[in-house]
């Protein structure tokens, strides 16, 4: 491939050159007169020969190592040959008689310098060895056609009667041609090799056509010819050119590698014995021709025998050499081979699987040993037998008809589990990969790759015994149970789910810890699976909750049994606990066209809704599933997700209840109540949904939200009423105690809206002084730090004793309508309301009366000496605008 781009174009330009400088050369040198020839001649040949030698160097400055000093070696060589040619024609004239080429440079040159760059040049694909032999091909050749010439300008060179100088001037081409044959040689590999190599076919060009002029001088020397000068010396500008276009030539590192032809390549090995044949032929027609020989033809070759011999040795010495590594290849293949098959003996025995060759009657042909070490057989008792003998009927078969399966295909692969009998008798599972090898000459039969996989198995099903069943009671989970209730409804629509849930188990866990409870559900699960038939199921769904299927009649005296049985206390640790239980039951309902596993769930739904309906009934016993029960759930579900969009909508509002001072009869403050006007259902009473948002935490936004606005009407109503002070009450929910940054949101509220902390109070049922008392304990500390007023809600009906209340900051109790109703009717609740009212009054604690709705109930609290009231004799909870009118008008009584 030629080079392309800028820089080929510059080498394309340069090559232009030369040959133009050569046409000029030749116009001069056959057009002008004999003087003019002599000027041209010294003149060309050592411009040229400078210009080959620089670029030669600079050839070498585009490489390291030693491709740079062989380069050098090449210019340093091709400078001494221009100065010995140029020194030479010094010599030469008309005039003058013709002598040989001045040796002393141009030999150092020529068979030095020149061919030690050509031997330091880089080739990993030519030895040193090589290269001394392609020196000696070229001795060898060039020799050859000298001894050729000699005897066909025999009589020539005999009348002219040569000497020393004529032998010195026949060097000449012998140096250029075995420099010529040396590139030459260098020429295939290179390219074939590496994809490069043209600058030496232009050297080697240029050798060639050194030899050219040489070769011509040496003959014009034997016949005195006076043309010495002229168009010979067109071979050396020729040869300098060539040698200048290939250093110049740029480096194309992207030229295809040439293949060529083993014919050509072994006809490069030849040619050198073919030149020596011919030379040895030319010397015995010499000696039939002239009867006699001549020195010259003896010394000749002799010089190729001893060329031939050198050149056997070197081969001789190349064929033991490759001798030795072929056979350290072959040592080291065979102990290679020897290892690997060690090693494939090693891993085929000690392997986990069982290796096997059957014939496709299943007789078995080789046996690894590794079958004594799994299944406890010996490989020679295995070996000549028929292995569908040694199995059960069932996994012959299977066996039998794997193997007629794989056998006319071959390489055909196929996989089966078989059980297969170990030598002592136990039964053990496998997994036997066939594969179809009977084409293969190195096997010839079916190869069974047998793995034990009992203990996987074992492993199997374990994992699918605990998918399927619970942990701790070991009863069938609640999946397992799914799936043999859909199983019974496709064989029958006789079926009952009993969905079971104990009472109070929380207790247990808090009280006595886990243990305790775990303890107390195993015996449960006893207790359970002792009061059902072998038929039924019965499952533990999680935490306290079973589950039991029953098919056919008896439903309901299965679950009069449980609870029956349940009556009896259970012996946990030193403890007897009474576990009393909730049971709902349900059979099918709904579209029998639906899959039994839709049907299953509806199932399991019913009775643990019925569950819920007895135990909101009080516990411990049993319901049996109403479609109005789901009817109330899904009216519940659409209850919580239209409060949740009324959250987000801000549909929601806030009533106020006046709070008046029974001793100036003024409204002082008011008690926030939420109210939800619903869209399409009307007014949703607050025992409704509170509950709602009490069980699925939306109380806590909720009662974020009622906060914020009832203390931003507070200090509406007080700015409007001049400063007057307003106090305002916000029931908190126990599940906003829950929230650890409940004080830290009064707090960013109160400061947002502005509110008095003093003017807040906030109030809370005696459950919250029950439930994690510590805890509550460090949140009521921390609102109380805030300046603001606590208060206990509906006390009285709760079961806060009087240690709490000492224990907790609280400023106010509210005592229950229900006492209050009934003043002046009952003797004891009147005694009970003045003891509150006493209560309070000794423990340093305002009071607040609820539920006023007549005269009586007023004065009889006056004389109690209570100091607040609220009821519908004073106002009923009102909107916003109507509540501020009654704070701004003062008295309501």
């Given at each position: 491939?030629?080079?392309?781009?800028?820089?080929?174009?510059?080498?394309?330009?340069?090559?232009?050159?030369?040959?133009?400088?050569?046409?000029?050369?030749?116009?001069?040198?056959?057009?002008?007169?004999?003087?003019?020839?002599?000027?041209?001649?010294?003149?060309?040949?050592?411009?040229?020969?400078?210009?080959?030698?620089?670029?030669?160097?600079?050839?070498?400055?585009?490489?390291?190592?030693?491709?740079?000093?062989?380069?050098?070696?090449?210019?340093?060589?091709?400078?001494?040959?221009?100065?010995?040619?140029?020194?030479?024609?010094?010599?030469?004239?008309?005039?003058?008689?013709?002598?040989?080429?001045?040796?002393?440079?141009?030999?150092?040159?020529?068979?030095?310098?020149?061919?030690?760059?050509?031997?330091?040049?880089?080739?990993?694909?030519?030895?040193?060895?090589?290269?001394?032999?392609?020196?000696?091909?070229?001795?060898?050749?060039?020799?050859?056609?000298?001894?050729?010439?000699?005897?066909?300008?025999?009589?020539?060179?005999?009348?002219?009667?040569?000497?020393?100088?004529?032998?010195?001037?026949l060097a000449f081409p012998v140096g250029d041609i075995v420099i010529a044959t040396m590139a030459a040689y260098m020429l295939p590999q290179l390219r074939r090799r590496h994809g490069c190599g043209a600058d030496l076919a232009f050297f080697a060009a240029g050798m060639l056509a050194f030899a050219v002029s040489d070769i011509g001088y040496a003959y014009l020397g034997l016949v005195h010819d006076d043309g010495i000068g002229r168009l010979l010396d067109l071979g050396w500008l020729a040869g300098y050119g060539?040698?200048?276009?290939?250093?110049?030539?740029?480096?194309?590192?992207?030229?295809?590698?040439?293949?060529?032809?083993?014919?050509?390549?072994?006809?490069?090995?030849?040619?050198?014995?073919?030149?020596?044949?011919?030379?040895?032929?030319?010397?015995?027609?010499?000696?039939?021709?002239?009867?006699?020989?001549?020195?010259?033809?003896?010394?000749?070759?002799?010089?190729?025998?001893?060329?031939?011999?050198?050149?056997?040795?070197?081969?001789?010495?190349?064929?033991?050499?490759?001798?030795?590594?072929?056979?350290?290849?072959?040592?080291?293949?065979?102990?290679?081979?020897?290892?690997?098959?060690?090693?494939?003996?090693?891993?085929?025995?000690?392997?986990?699987?069982?290796?096997?060759?059957?014939?496709?009657?299943?007789?078995?042909?080789?046996?690894?040993?590794?079958?004594?070490?799994?299944?406890?057989?010996?490989?020679?008792?295995?070996?000549?037998?028929?292995?569908?003998?040694?199995?059960?009927?069932?996994?012959?078969?299977?066996?039998?008809?794997?193997?007629?399966?794989?056998?006319?295909?071959?390489?055909?692969?196929?996989?089966?589990?078989?059980?297969?009998?170990?030598?002592?008798?136990r039964t053990r599972e496998a997994e036997m990969t066939i594969t179809n090898l009977l084409d293969d000459p190195h096997v010839g039969g079916l190869v069974l790759n047998t793995r034990d996989i009992s203990e996987r198995m074992e492993l199997q099903e374990q994992l699918v015994y605990e998918a399927y069943h619970d942990s701790l009671t070991q009863l069938a989970n609640r999946a397992l149970f799914r799936d043999r209730t859909a199983a019974a409804l496709e064989a029958s629509t006789d079926v009952t789910v009993?969905?079971?849930?104990?009472?109070?188990?929380?207790?247990?866990?808090?009280?006595?810890?886990?243990?305790?409870?775990?303890?107390?559900?195993?015996?449960?699960?006893?207790?359970?699976?002792?009061?059902?038939?072998?038929?039924?199921v019965v499952a533990r769904f999680g935490a306290d909750e079973f589950g039991v299927l029953v098919t056919g009649d008896g439903a309901e005296a299965v679950a009069r049994r449980i609870l029956d049985d349940l009556e009896e206390p259970i012996v946990v640790g030193e403890r007897l606990i009474h576990a009393r239980a909730s049971i709902g039951s349900a059979g099918p309902d709904g579209d029998a066209a639906l899959p039994a596993g839709e049907r299953a769930e509806q199932i399991m739904r019913n009775a643990d809704?019925?569950?819920?309906?007895?135990?909101?009934?009080?516990?411990?016993?049993?319901?049996?599933?109403?479609?109005?029960?789901?009817?109330?759930?899904?009216?519940?579900?659409?209850?919580?997700?239209?409060?949740?969009?009324?959250?987000?909508?801000?549909?929601?509002?806030?009533?106020?209840?006046?709070?008046?001072?029974?001793?100036?009869?003024?409204?002082?403050?008011?008690?926030?109540?939420?109210?939800?006007?619903?869209?399409?259902?009307?007014?949703?009473?607050?025992?409704?949904?509170?509950?709602?948002?009490?069980?699925?935490?939306?109380?806590?936004?909720?009662?974020?939200?009622?906060?914020?606005?009832?203390?931003?009407?507070?200090?509406?109503?007080?700015?409007?009423?001049?400063?007057?002070?307003?106090?305002?009450?916000?029931?908190?929910?126990?599940?906003?105690?829950?929230?650890?940054?409940?004080?830290?949101?009064?707090?960013?509220?109160?400061?947002?809206?502005?509110?008095?902390?003093?003017?807040?109070?906030?109030?809370?049922?005696?459950?919250?002084?029950?439930?994690?008392?510590?805890?509550?304990?460090?949140?009521?500390?921390?609102?109380?730090?805030?300046?603001?007023?606590?208060?206990?809600?509906?006390?009285?009906?709760?079961?806060?004793?009087?240690?709490?209340?000492?224990?907790?900051?609280?400023?106010?109790?509210?005592?229950?309508?229900?006492?209050?109703?009934?003043?002046?009717?009952?003797?004891?609740?009147?005694?009970?309301?003045?003891?509150?009212?006493?209560?309070?009054?000794?423990?340093?604690?305002?009071?607040?009366?609820?539920?006023?709705?007549?005269?009586?109930?007023?004065?009889?609290?006056?004389?109690?000496?209570?100091?607040?009231?609220?009821?519908?004799?004073?106002?009923?909870?009102?909107?916003?605008?109507?509540?501020?009118?009654?704070?701004?008008?003062?008295?309501?009584?």
């Open positions: 491939m030629a080079p392309s781009s800028t820089a080929g174009r510059r080498w394309l330009r340069a090559c232009a050159l030369i040959v133009s400088l050569l046409v000029v050369v030749v116009v001069l040198l056959t057009g002008g007169a004999p003087d003019t020839d002599r000027i041209v001649a010294l003149t060309a040949l050592p411009l040229a020969a400078v210009a080959a030698a620089a670029a030669c160097l600079w050839r070498s400055r585009q490489f390291t190592g030693r491709a740079r000093w062989g380069w050098a070696t090449l210019a340093a060589g091709i400078a001494l040959w221009g100065a010995g040619q140029f020194r030479f024609l010094l010599g030469t004239g008309p005039s003058v008689e013709p002598g040989p080429i001045d040796p002393s440079l141009t030999l150092l040159g020529m068979a030095v310098l020149v061919p030690a760059g050509l031997l330091i040049m880089p080739s990993s694909s030519q030895p040193l060895v090589n290269r001394i032999r392609s020196i000696l091909d070229g001795l060898m050749i060039a020799t050859s056609l000298i001894l050729v010439a000699w005897v066909a300008a025999a009589e020539l060179i005999t009348g002219a009667g040569v000497g020393l100088p004529f032998y010195l001037t060539l040698i200048i276009a290939g250093a110049l030539r740029p480096r194309v590192p992207a030229v295809p590698p040439m293949d060529l032809p083993r014919g050509v390549l072994g006809g490069a090995v030849m040619l050198p014995y073919l030149a020596v044949l011919a030379a040895l032929a030319s010397s015995v027609l010499f000696h039939v021709s002239t009867g006699h020989s001549h020195p010259f033809v003896a010394y000749a070759r002799s010089f190729l025998i001893l060329l031939i011999v050198g050149r056997q040795l070197l081969t001789q010495l190349e064929n033991r050499s490759l001798t030795r590594h072929l056979e350290k290849r072959v040592a080291d293949r065979t102990a290679e081979l020897y290892v690997r098959e060690q090693q494939f003996h090693a891993l085929v025995q000690q392997s986990s699987d069982v290796v096997t060759v059957v014939s496709p009657d299943a007789d078995v042909i080789y046996q690894s040993e590794s079958v004594q070490r799994i299944f406890g057989y010996a490989p020679r008792f295995l070996t000549g037998r028929r292995l569908t003998q040694l199995l059960d009927p069932a996994s012959a078969h299977r066996l039998a008809q794997a193997l007629r399966q794989v056998t006319g295909r071959p390489h055909a692969t196929t996989v089966l589990e078989l059980t297969v009998q170990h030598r002592d008798g009993l969905h079971l849930d104990l009472d109070g188990f929380k207790r247990v866990n808090d009280s006595l810890g886990h243990l305790a409870g775990d303890q107390l559900l195993v015996q449960v699960a006893d207790r359970i699976t002792a009061c059902v038939r072998d038929s039924d809704l019925a569950m819920h309906h007895a135990k909101a009934a009080g516990g411990g016993v049993f319901a049996e599933y109403r479609p109005r029960m789901r009817d109330g759930l899904i009216e519940r579900l659409e209850l919580e997700n239209d409060l949740r969009g009324a959250l987000e909508r801000g549909e929601l509002r806030l009533h106020y209840q006046p709070t008046v001072d029974l001793e100036t009869h003024e409204v002082v403050g008011f008690e926030a109540l939420v109210r939800w006007p619903h869209p399409t259902r009307g007014m949703i009473n607050p025992l409704d949904f509170i509950p709602i948002a009490e069980a699925t935490g939306l109380i806590v936004p909720l009662g974020r939200w009622v906060l914020h606005e009832a203390c931003r009407q507070a200090v509406e109503w007080s700015a409007a009423a001049g400063g007057r002070p307003l106090k305002m009450s916000v029931n908190v929910s126990v599940r906003q105690f829950d929230q650890a940054g409940l004080p830290e949101t009064v707090a960013a509220i109160l400061a947002e809206t502005g509110m008095p902390a003093d003017r807040l109070c906030l109030e809370m049922t005696e459950s919250v002084l029950m439930t994690d008392t510590e805890s509550n304990l460090e949140q009521l500390v921390r609102l109380k730090a805030l300046g603001l007023t606590l208060a206990i809600d509906d006390f009285g009906t709760g079961y806060s004793s009087l240690a709490y209340l000492r224990r907790f900051p609280v400023d106010t109790l509210k005592i229950d309508r229900s006492f209050v109703e009934r003043l002046g009717v009952l003797a004891d609740d009147t005694a009970l309301t003045d003891t509150i009212v006493r209560l309070g009054k000794s423990l340093g604690m305002a009071t607040v009366a609820e539920g006023i709705e007549e005269f009586g109930q007023l004065a009889a609290l006056r004389e109690m000496g209570c100091g607040f009231a609220q009821g519908y004799y004073f106002s009923r909870p009102v909107p916003a605008a109507e509540a501020g009118r009654l704070f701004l008008e003062g008295a309501v009584a």
